[in-house]
Nanobody
Framework: QVQLVESGGGLVQAGGSLRLSCTAS????????MGWFRQAPGKEREFVARISWSGGSTYYADSVKGRVTISRDNAKNTVYLQMNSLKPEDTGVYYC????????????????WGQGTQVTVSS
């Protein structure tokens, strides 16, 4: 069992930046991928980005590509999501996820979910 704890959310003006962190309770297996989903009010959860724990390959949703960078610190069992040029439509609860296999952008591919951290972007 892996527990994921997110931090770093908050209120920011459009055009600003935030960095989210997600720390796992234990070192993920080398086969794991970790990532982020988000959910805006009244909308379904949406894939944001993921990174493979071993090789560090990354994959992004088109909606955030070029504005968001996912990275990891193996020594700290932590994944980061650096978000720049934030837009009001980036507002939502951001969830950290971890899983082994399946399509990267599918919520069903991830076995473990954090509690979420709120990101609010004002216009």
């Amino acid at each position: 069992q892996v527990q994921l704890v997110e931090s770093g959310g908050g209120l920011v003006q459009a055009g600003g930046s935030l960095r989210l962190s997600c720390t796992a309770s234990k070192r993920p297996s080398s086969t794991y991928r970790m990532g982020w989903f988000r959910q805006a009010p009244g909308k379904e959860r949406e894939f944001v980005a993921r990174i493979s724990w071993s090789g560090g390959s990354t994959y992004y949703a088109d909606s955030v590509k070029g504005r968001v960078t996912i990275s990891r610190d193996n020594a700290k069992n932590t994944v980061y999501l650096q978000m720049n040029s934030l837009k009001p439509e980036d507002t939502g609860v951001y969830y950290c996820v971890a899983g082994v296999s399946g399509p990267s952008s599918s919520a069903g591919s991830y076995d473990y979910w954090g509690q979420g951290t709120q990101v609010t972007v004002s216009s």
